[in-house]
């Protein structure tokens, strides 16, 4: 709620025009998103559009360090908005098997974590039969086409939940939303087939088509097994762009897998 008052100051007018011409609106023959919905997707992109302009211009093959800078900028830009919490994470309270894995990718100040490291994040609070799957899939067309036009980074998208029947209600819409395109397709893979894919074609973004992994997130953890996968085979150096449908239910806050997420 704090990030959408703050994105909702900004001006619709103020996003340049790679950023604004957009039909939020187009879905489907049958469908037509809400003003609720292609609200949420304006401000997602108010959202996307400050992270990778103001705070650190997109370049094409930039570094980690570069991301490292934008969160210090989004962290700023909450505290200069009157956020009065720190929201570090003290490791010493948490598993040291958690608080180990998280050492693994953050540098810790002491036995704590700045909320710095987390957050290049923003949430859709939306009721359940709002249409959530809809905002879902028109968000990854639209990170899709600001990656073509070089406006934020050529990173995979990975879709995560926790249940078989909205990974099928994903692969329903994305159905639905590809019978009406004529310059832009989605294809889904399962994530145990990235190594495959990206083999077959080292860009996910070929051609008219833009190639996005699922997986339950409930079967992402630290080992490997039949079904369950281990991050650190996927993690890519943390060039994702992660979309999770409920992927935190059934976690506590100290739980692994949560922070593997």
Known sequence: M????????????????NWADFNLASFSRSKTLWDYQQRALRNALKALWKYYEDFGNCQAREGLAINRQRKRGLWQWYRNNGLPEDFSLDLSRLDHRVAS??????????????????INRMGFWMA??????????????LLTRLIRRGEIPDCGI?????????IEQLKRHVDEFNQVRGDFWIRLRELREHDAVRWENPSLFHGQEVTVFYYRSDNLLDEQKEKIVDFRKYDNNGRWYVLLDEAHKGDKEESKRQHIL
């Open 2 to 17: 704090f990030l959408q008052r703050m994105v909702e100051d900004i001006p619709d007018n103020h996003l340049p025009t």
């Open 101 to 118: 894995l998280l050492k693994e990718y953050y540098k810790a100040d002491s036995d704590s974590l700045t909320y710095e490291h987390f």
């Open 128 to 141: 359940t039969g709002s249409g959530k799957t809809l905002v879902i899939v028109k968000l990854i067309e």
């Open 158 to 166: 990975l879709f995560l939940t926790h249940r078989d029947d909205l």
